[in-house]
T-cell receptor
Framework: DAGITQSPRHKVTETGTPVTLRCHQTENHRYMYWYRQDPGHGLRLIHYSYGVKDTDKGEVSDGYSVSRSKTEDFLLTLESATSSQTSVYFC??????????FGPGTRLTVT | QKEVEQDPGPLSVPEGAIVSLNCTYSNSAFQYFMWYRQYSRKGPELLMYTYSSGNKEDGRFTAQVDKSSKYISLFIRDSQPSDSATYLCAMSALYGGSQGNLIFGKGTKLSVKP
């Protein structure tokens, strides 16, 4: 998986609790992305980063925030988890932004 | 109209068949075109990418882009059961920056029967 790890790999949490997902890379790539994948919707971009402390919103950013304090780590936080945020979350990295390499995913269930 | 349209299938073919997977798009600014393969419960993996129009071949896989028709294809020759996966097309307008972000199709699920 191109030197990308995601943690945790599985999580079950309750509505209203904050959740943080971590993406770690060992490739020193400039760009990092968070996607969610849902049946019928495909992959949708949540947030992305084009450098340390440089982040921007994607298509479905409401209810999510991100931080990147080091090149290798990109954190996704659900400030107050809702059932609509039950999904599979993928992190991706890239040097070019179009040639993206994906992590193994985090399966999140919000009850 | 969605920016990228892809038939979700499922598509079932016998081993050895030629498979054709397709996407259409509406944004004429797209210049980079990718195909990803995703096995069940795994992350997508980049299969091939092409810039602008034309064909690109890699082993049993051929990617084709027709910008005049806003249509891209992935052909798999001599398909194998190990090719059974969901295939995602993706495209972007520019190299880098927010407009370089990928737009994905919803994926076509392919099953190759022995």
């Amino acid at each position: 998986d191109a030197g990308i790890t995601q943690s945790p790999r599985h999580k079950v949490t309750e509505t209203g609790t904050p959740v943080t997902l971590r993406c770690h890379q060992t490739e020193n790539h400039r760009y990092m992305y968070w996607y969610r994948q849902d049946p019928g919707h495909g992959l949708r971009l949540i947030h992305y980063s084009y450098g340390v402390k440089d982040t921007d919103k994607g298509e479905v950013s409401d209810g999510y925030s991100v931080s990147r304090s080091k090149t290798e780590d990109f954190l996704l936080t659900l400030e107050s988890a809702t059932s609509s945020q039950t999904s599979v979350y993928f992190c991706a990295i890239s040097d070019s932004s179009y040639e993206q390499y994906f992590g193994p995913g985090t399966r999140l269930t919000v009850t | 109209q969605k920016e990228v349209e892809q038939d979700p299938g499922p598509l079932s073919v016998p081993e050895g068949a030629i498979v054709s997977l397709n996407c259409t798009y509406s944004n004429s600014a797209f210049q980079y075109f990718m195909w990803y393969r995703q096995y069940s419960r795994k992350g997508p993996e980049l299969l091939m990418y092409t810039y602008s129009s034309g064909n690109k071949e890699d082993g049993r896989f051929t990617a084709q882009v027709d910008k005049s028709s806003k249509y891209i294809s992935l052909f798999i020759r001599d398909s194998q059961p190990s090719d059974s996966a969901t295939y995602l097309c993706a495209m972007s307008a520019l190299y880098g920056g927010s407009q370089g972000n990928l737009i994905f199709g919803k994926g076509t699920k392919l099953s190759v029967k022995p």
